[in-house]
């Protein structure tokens, strides 16, 4: 069942001032950007942590801010769950403690729900432990119980496995996957990782300079992200200028090549991208859609191997591609076949 999150929201602090008009109808809603693009504080204004200078906010028809109507729900009554980085367990308490720490009811009601709460996440026998005593994947799971106890309509992760090291990062992303896998609300994930938001999130927004750039299906907006800095978050290291062609193609001066596109084409169109893993190399037969220049640097590691390719001519940037770390030609490459979807027109900011 589909959750609807409307957010109409102004917010400066000092000088950053953050403008969001964001609609969503997915139960799972990414938010990308860089550090200090206005992420967090859009989480913190949805949970009520902070308060919008003027704006509205509504989840799934109900409202929680409304500067005009004077409507400002605390955050105990909005039902909004946050996961903070660091999970913000309470040191001097234990694990039951901490489970029991949100729950507003009678102690009996309260010591059945906090066994609930540890049979349901995996914590039946660490109920006397104390944080510092638990692993990183057992502080998790006392975050998440601790924040569904009160049985909340949305949950906000701020990114939630930042600071890890790779296996307890898998371990933890597995875990959370099953969670909300199972779970009915809304949540929403803020992350610098692409790979997290790709697999986590059905829908992605974009903020850049406390402003929306993007909102849609997450696939699609990295398939098709339209523009320049929404391309450039969303990973794709080649940008290049160019200008729409005859037909549905790009030209880029830099390379003097046409490039046939399977996207649209308009009169904005300023740059072309270039996905580094759909380049591959074209031999030294003839064909469309093909950039040749001279090899350049290589960079591998025991699983990937990364390569640039120079262009004819001075004064162009490179383009780096990928290969398998097995590949003995792809460092002899010269010539490189760009896929008509791989070539994603761009226009700038609007």
Known sequence: MAMSLTMEAEKRLGSFQLSLSLTSGSRRLGILGPSGCGKSLTLKLLAGVQTPDRGRIELDGRTLYDSAGKVDLPPRQRRVGYLF???ALFPAMTVAQNL???LHCPRAERQRRV???AEQ???TGLEDRHPGRLSGG???RVALARMMAAEPEAILLDEPFSA????L???LQGQMRAFLTDYPGLAVMVSHSLEELYHFCDTLAVLDGGKLLACGPTEAVFRHPEQ???ARLTGCRNILPARPAQGQSLYLPGWDVTLRTAWPVNARVTAVGLRAPALRPAGESGGENVLAGRPGACVSTPFQTRLELLPPGPGTEPVWWESLPDDREAGNAGRLFVPPEAVLPLREEG
């Open 85 to 87: 980085q660091n999970y």
């Open 100 to 102: 029991a720490a949100g």
């Open 115 to 117: 066994a609930r709460l």
């Open 121 to 123: 996440f995996q914590l």
């Open 138 to 140: 057992q502080q998790q």
């Open 164 to 167: 890890m090291d790779v296996i």
């Open 169 to 171: 990062r898998e371990e």
């Open 228 to 230: 320049i800095r929404v």
